[in-house]
């Protein structure tokens, strides 16, 4: 069983910056890959990044350039740095979590196993 908790979300303008966290405990052994996953209101889920400690990061195309994922192997706990946000950006961020090897980290939320409950991040114009 493992079980994944996000914190850091909240309301930001827009240029504004969050960083998200997501804490993994039980049974995740190495290898792992951990994930950040969102879903604005009417829309489907979509990727936002993913990490794990062996071959670094993914992201999705809409938040290149912008974010950055990193991985606290010793802690299991995987940050989302959000730079020059958008008001696109505003939804729930969820954390999830896959073992196994990957190369790349995946992008597919099929690929993940475990899920957090999700955190609301809000951006204003």
């Known amino acids: 069983q493992v079980q994944l908790v996000e914190s850091g979300g909240g309301s930001v303008q827009s240029g504004g910056s969050l960083r998200l966290s997501c804490v993994a405990s039980?049974?995740?052994?190495?290898?792992?890959?951990m994930g950040w996953f969102r879903q604005a209101p009417g829309k489907e889920r979509e990727v936002v990044a993913s990490?794990?400690?062996?071959?670094?990061?993914s992201f999705g195309d809409s938040v290149k350039g912008r974010f950055a994922i990193s991985l606290d192997s010793a802690k299991k706990t995987v940050y989302l740095e959000m730079s020059s946000l958008i008001t696109e950006d505003t939804g729930i961020y969820t954390c999830?979590?896959?073992?196994?090897?990957?190369?790349?980290?995946?992008?597919?939320?099929?690929?993940?196993?475990?899920w957090g409950q999700g955190i609301p991040v809000t951006v204003s114009s």
């Open positions: 999830a979590a896959t073992r196994g090897h990957w190369s790349p980290p995946p992008l597919r939320s099929n690929n993940f196993q475990h």
């Open positions: 039980g049974n995740l052994d190495s290898p792992y890959s």
């Open positions: 990490v794990n400690n062996y071959e670094g990061t």
